[in-house]
């Protein structure tokens, strides 16, 4: 599956962004979709992931509160809905794809099936 993240920008501190994920070439329904971030001289964390239908979520206790995983499997798409940004968050998101059946394996250390381009999100104090 080829993914395809979009949405980045620059916004002011207590802003709201909203990231995209497209995905092609494959059954987007069959993978469990996340969203991880790098900020720069750090790791790249986990942000926030969905089950295969959307029923189950689990977010990072850094944006809980703050972000909102979605997605709509008619449009092979992704959402990352992020509000009351901090400059923290600036990093850059990448969507991710594994054929994990639940989002409980996905956190900073699990491997992921695939990865998409990321976007960069810029969170001005």
């Known amino acids: 599956v080829q993914l395809q993240a979009s949405g980045g920008g620059m916004v002011q501190a207590g802003g709201s962004l909203r990231l995209s994920c497209a995905a092609s070439?494959?059954?987007?329904?069959?993978?469990?979709m996340s969203w991880f971030r790098q900020a720069p001289g750090k790791e790249r964390e986990f942000v926030a992931a969905?089950?295969?239908?959307?029923?189950?979520?689990t977010y990072a206790d850094s944006v809980k509160g703050r972000a909102t995983i979605s997605r709509d499997n008619a449009k092979n798409t992704m959402y990352l809905q992020m509000n009351s940004l901090k400059s923290e968050d600036t990093a850059v998101y990448y969507c991710?794809?594994?054929?994990?059946?639940?989002?409980?394996?996905?956190?900073?250390?699990?491997?992921?099936?695939?990865w998409g381009k990321g976007t960069q999100v810029t969170v001005s104090s």
């Open positions: 991710a794809a594994d054929r994990s059946l639940s989002t409980a394996g996905i956190n900073n250390y699990s491997p992921i099936d695939y």
């Open positions: 969905i089950s295969r239908a959307g029923g189950t979520t």
């Open positions: 070439g494959s059954t987007f329904s069959r993978y469990t």
